[in-house]
């Protein structure tokens, strides 16, 4: 009887055994589960981080906001390497102490970590002791990992990740933080064209104005917060002609006045970018096609009806008597077209200088298309 209690007793011991691990088996599963869409997510909010209309480092500031407050991060540093000086694009580590965290590459373990290319875990045993790369404090942070960057094998800086607790990341799942890294070069390798767009906006030496480039960066942020605006291209048509029968020199002024006189006149909300050469843009921010109309109308035919004379001592005109006799009057050819929120500033640009580009050379006109 006995022997057939501790059977019985047994088989149960044996099914609860068999029922805890198909239960602990489900709820791995169901973590799993609960991580992949956690990941999604994340990755989700990064395209949403990418898309909006910010500079490259509001949306890597964005992308360290979400990795915090998603993982429960204690402390994340992004350092990029900008061919110059290696510089922190984001952060919630107190300023005071960048200067250590932006020179992490300098620090031997972490050496070896860039040089082969994996990750490096750190930490204290007792709080009395620092991590290696800390100079002055003892309190913040007690623990960290260290994961270089790479876009196309080629290093551009790493992501750090800290925590006030000793031992804190011993059985963190590397698998997920590792996929957050790539997300991290992911995000960085997409915003490289932007990054390098905004750094090439340049000042003009003639008229004063932003280069081309400023519409693709900073300036779209700003035009992106209508839904529909109006793009203007127009080009001083006589240019060429002003150059070749006169001077070069009187043609750059009258690219300065000719731009000097719509910077006076237009509102300071809308951007007025010499585009290349003779050719400028306007962006009437907010303001749709048929109100811009009348506006270019009446500016252009102020404009035409200048008398632009050259300056007395220009070379060009040394032999010529009657010197205060000569002036020319620019004559512009315009086309516009609607811009909606989001979409490729660059393109439609592009497709305005095509149109003036291979418009008839007598062609003076407000064109829509």
């Known amino acids: 009887m006995l022997i057939i209690v501790v059977v019985i007793l047994i088989i149960a011991v044996l099914g609860l055994i068999a029922y805890n691990l198909n239960i602990h088996k489900k709820i791995q599963t169901y973590k799993n589960i609960n991580q992949k869409i956690n990941n999604l997510s994340v990755v989700q909010d990064f395209m949403s981080a990418i898309g909006q209309t910010s500079s490259v480092d509001d949306k890597i500031k964005r992308i ?59 930490t204290v045993n007792n709080d009395q002791e620092r991590l290696p790369y800390q100079k002055m404090e003892f309190g913040r942070a007690k623990s960290a990992m260290f994961f270089p960057l790479y876009i196309d094998n080629v290093y551009i800086g790493y992501w750090l990740i800290e925590s006030s ?64 605006s109006t793009v203007c291209m127009f080009r001083i048509t ?80 040394a032999n010529v008597k009657n010197k205060e006799a000569i002036y020319v009057s620019p004559r512009l050819n315009f086309v516009l077209t609607s811009y909606y929120k989001g979409t490729s500033m660059d393109g439609l640009t592009k497709k305005l200088e095509e149109y003036i580009d291979n418009a008839d050379k007598s062609e003076s006109d407000i064109n829509y298309i």
């Open 165 to 228: 607790e000793i031992h804190a990341f011993d059985n963190i799942d590397t698998a997920i933080i590792e996929v957050i890294r790539d997300n991290i070069v992911t995000i960085l390798k997409t915003v490289q064209y932007q990054n390098t767009v905004e750094n090439t906006v340049r000042t003009d030496l003639f008229t004063g104005l932003n280069s081309a480039e400023y519409l693709y960066g900073l300036g779209k942020k700003e035009v992106d917060k209508y839904t529909i």
């Open 238 to 317: 006589n240019i060429e002609e002003i150059n070749e029968k006169i001077s070069r020199h009187l043609g750059n002024k009258v690219i300065t006045q000719v731009s000097k006189f719509f910077e006076n006149n237009i509102s300071k909300d809308y951007l007025f970018v010499r585009y290349m050469g003779p050719k400028f843009v306007i962006v009437f921010s907010g303001v749709q096609s048929e109100d811009v109309a009348n506006f270019l109308e009446d500016i252009k035919a102020q404009i035409e009806e200048m008398q632009i004379h050259p300056d007395l001592d220009d070379k060009a005109i």
């Open 64 to 122: 360290n906001e979400i990795l915090i407050e998603k993982y429960e991060i204690k402390y994340s540093t992004i350092v990029v390497f900008n061919g110059a000086e290696y510089e922190i694009k984001a952060s919630n580590v107190d300023e005071m102490h960048w200067d250590a965290l932006k020179s992490l590459q300098d620090v031997d373990m972490f050496k070896d970590s860039i040089a082969q290319a994996t990750p490096k875990y750190v």
